[in-house]
């Protein structure tokens, strides 16, 4: 293996490339969700803006009609958190994650997992949700007529980490309601799940989407321990890249590594974008401006990339018939990238709130004068 130094803006540059947020691309919804390795998928709607923001025409029916035929599934993946993972993906990547979810468990329930005889309670959630898809709401009340002195949520959630489920789309506007209905995976897909359970696979896809990459990087991204030994037998069929500040990278030999002055257009990403959240680096968010996106009870603020860095986090507001997207930027926005942050927000807006009849984008002055 030979050793390359990479500055920050060079890798910034190549893991932008990976995630198809260089210039938009023309791609299949499912090649695109795969190549990115999932979206995250706490609320349903960001995957929606995740996908708007990488792919050229994308619409949202597109998203909505692979989840109804199946193609794309909404389950706990990678660090036990809700993602949007191609069918393919789900059945042969999912082993590899178990371990995340069962040290989840015994980490928030502590003394009240050992209380648990978890292989029963996983067998009877998979009767209860084969007769027919039901939401969690129904499994607790069902596992509490089964079990009435039980813990109800510690029962409800070592199912959620040990039944693979994946959840049932609707017609919803974002394709799935609050309260959605699970189904076991093997059978709302049909096919059993893989029986690979080792994470050099894993670890593989996540340096195609993400890399270059330490091992801490990898294991922040999918809330795996101990991939230093994984990482070290990979290492034949890898390159060693070194960062600025010295630390040893991993990545593929073919994967794209563009020029550091490759140029990066305005991009805005939703809550919880595995760009922004499942990085152990400051490839894209500053430490100075880490406390304005990570909040409290593990809110990730949706933010805008400006020359391929956070700039800003934005929301939207409406008001019956008018719709607004409010920008808060950390410094003012450089007078030759306004106009391209007013082009693409407006776009966004008119993306997410097609129904409206006025459009308003507000960029936060106050903000802009303090920076």
Known sequence: ???TKLTSRALNRATLARQMLLAREKSSVIAAVERLMGLQSQWPRPPFVGLWSRLEGFQREDLATALQRRELVRASMMRGTLHVVSARDFQRLRPAIQPVLTRGMKSILRDRATALDVPALVAA?????????RTFTELRDHLMTLHPTGDERAMGFAVRTHLPLVQVPTAATWAFPADADFAVAETFLGAPLGNDAS??????????AFGPATVAD?????????????????RPGLVALRDERGRELF??????????DTAAPTRFLPEFDN??????DARFVAEEHRSSIFLSALRVLPTMLVDGCAAATWKTERKKAVAKLVISPFAALPKKTRAAVEEEA???LRFLESDARTFEIEIEIEKEKAG
């Open 251 to 260: 990545d593929l030999p073919d994967a794209p590594r563009p020029d550091e």
């Open 275 to 280: 760009l922004i959240v499942s990085r152990a």
């Open 1 to 3: 293996m030979t050793t």
């Open 125 to 133: 959630a998979r009767a209860f949700f084969e007769a027919e898809p």
């Open 199 to 208: 994470p050099g696979a894993l670890v593989l896809r996540y340096l195609a």
């Open 346 to 348: 407006s776009a966004l």
């Open 218 to 234: 990898a294991q922040a991204w999918s809330g795996l321990q101990g991939l230093r030994e994984v990482m070290e037998a990979l």
